[in-house]
C-alpha cells in the first residue's frame, strides 16, 4: 500500500474526499449502476457506559474512529524527539459493499500517519498508509487494542500498549504504560462538538503514558525513554456544515498534571460553543472545563512553505479557575503533514515546550497540538 516518508527542515482527521479514496481502493470491484441505501450508522449520543478493556477495541456500529498516540522522547545522550503514531478507521457507507460476504470486501477502509520530530537537528518526518480491509492487510479487533496496516500496529490492554512503525530506515517501537487510569473527556459520554444530536463524539485519554523502546533514525536504532499521551474516539457525525477546522491542545505538566483543550473554528471566524476540555490532576481525577473556562490567544503565526497555509505558531491558554497561565512554543517549527497518499488533508500536528505558572508557581512541561482546517476548510 501506498507509504510515504518526508523528511522536512525546520483526532481529529476527517476523512472529507473519500470517494477519490474509495475509486483507488475498489480496483476491478463493480459498483453498482443504481444507488445503493446508506448503512445507518450509530450516532455518539448521551449516555454511553464505557468498558475496558472492551472500549480499547474496534466500534464497527459507528462510521469513523481513530487511536492517536503523540510522545515525546529522550536518548541516553539527552537528544530529544516528539512522535505521532495515529490508526483512522472509515466505514463504507454503502449497504451492497457492507454486506458482500467476499474476503476482499471492503467494510472499512483504514488510514495511518506516522511522524517524528527530531529537536536536536531541527527536522520533522512523516510517512502515511492506506488500505483495505480484506485478507488481513489492514484491521481493528473488538473488545482488545489490536489495529494495524500491513507491520504497523499497536496492540495490548489497559496495563500497556505496544507500538510498531517502520519506514524508509524510519520507525519506532515502544512500550506505552500508563500511569493514570483512562480519562472521559465530556458529559454523560460524550464530547460535544455541535448543537445538534449526533454532533458528538465518545472520547477518552490515557493522558500520562510511561515510554521505554526503541526509536530508528537514517537506520540507526536509539534507545529512548519518556512520556506519551493516548486518544481513542470514535463517532458517526462530528462535524457541522458551519464548522471549518479545530485547535486541539494537549499538555503534560511536571507536577503529573495534564491538559486537553480543543476549540472548534466557525466559517464566520467566531469558535463553536461547544468547544471544550478536561483537567486532569495528579491523582487522575478530572474536572470538565467548557468554552467559556480557557481562553486560547495566538501570539505568533507561521506560513508553511509547502502549502502556503498560514497556521497560529505560538500560544497562550488562560483557565482562570485553576490558576493556569501556560504558553505552548512549538520545538520545530516545520511540523505540516501534507497526506497526499492517505487522507489527503493538509494538517499542522507537532511537539510543543510548555512554560507557565499554576497558583502562582512556575509549572513547565511538553504537549503536542493539531491544527486543522488553515490549508481549506475541513468537510464532512
Do not use: C
Amino acid at each position: 500500500m501506498p507509504s510515504l516518508l518526508q523528511p522536512v527542515r525546520h483526532r481529529w482527521i476527517v476523512l472529507a474526499p473519500i470517494f477519490l479514496v474509495f475509486s483507488a481502493l475498489l480496483g476491478p470491484f463493480t459498483i453498482p449502476a443504481l444507488p445503493a441505501p446508506e448503512h445507518r450508522f450509530r450516532p455518539a449520543l448521551p449516555g454511553y457506559v464505557y468498558r475496558f478493556p472492551w472500549d480499547l477495541g474496534s466500534h464497527d456500529e459507528f462510521q469513523t474512529e481513530w487511536w492517536y498516540y503523540t510522545g515525546h522522547l529522550l536518548s541516553a545522550d539527552q537528544h530529544r524527539y516528539g512522535y505521532q503514531l495515529t490508526f483512522f478507521r472509515r466505514a463504507v457507507a454503502s449497504e451492497a459493499i457492507r454486506q458482500n460476504p467476499s474476503r476482499w470486501a471492503m467494510r472499512n477502509i483504514y488510514f495511518a500517519h506516522f511522524a517524528v520530530t527530531d529537536e536536536e537537528h531541527d527536522e520533522f518526518r512523516f510517512a502515511e498508509k492506506i488500505s483495505r480491509e480484506g485478507l488481513g492487510k489492514a484491521g481493528a479487533e473488538t473488545g482488545r487494542l489490536a489495529v494495524w496496516i500491513d507491520q504497523w500496529r499497536a496492540d495490548g490492554d489497559v496495563t500497556g500498549h505496544f507500538l510498531h512503525a517502520a519506514d524508509q530506515g524510519q520507525g519506532l517501537d515502544l512500550k506505552l504504560t500508563p500511569q493514570k487510569p483512562a480519562v472521559v473527556h465530556g458529559y454523560q459520554g460524550i464530547s460535544r462538538k455541535g448543537d445538534l444530536d449526533g454532533e458528538a463524539s465518545h472520547y477518552y485519554s490515557f493522558t500520562r503514558m510511561k515510554t521505554e523502546g526503541t526509536l530508528l533514525l537514517d537506520g540507526r536504532a536509539i534507545p529512548v525513554t519518556g512520556l506519551s499521551w493516548m486518544d481513542h474516539e470514535f463517532g458517526s457525525n462530528q462535524l457541522g456544515t458551519e464548522q471549518v477546522g479545530w485547535d486541539w491542545f494537549s499538555v503534560q505538566l511536571e507536577d503529573r498534571s495534564e491538559l486537553m483543550y480543543y476549540q472548534i473554528r466557525r466559517r464566520d471566524g467566531s469558535v463553536e460553543p461547544a468547544s471544550a476540555g478536561t483537567w486532569i490532576q495528579s491523582d487522575g481525577s478530572s474536572i470538565p472545563l467548557r468554552r467559556e473556562d480557557a481562553r486560547i490567544e495566538v501570539l505568533e503565526d507561521w506560513r508553511s512553505p509547502k502549502s502556503g497555509a498560514r497556521y497560529p505558531g505560538r500560544w497562550r491558554i488562560t483557565v482562570p479557575s485553576l490558576r493556569l497561565v501556560v504558553e505552548l512554543v512549538p520545538t520545530v517549527r516545520d511540523q505540516e503533514l501534507i497526506t497526499r497518499s492517505s487522507t489527503q488533508v493538509t494538517y499542522w500536528e507537532g511537539s510543543v515546550a510548555v512554560k507557565g505558572s499554576r497558583e502562582g508557581r512556575p509549572v513547565s512541561g511538553v504537549g503536542y497540538v493539531e491544527l486543522t482546517g488553515y490549508a481549506g476548510a475541513l468537510k464532512q
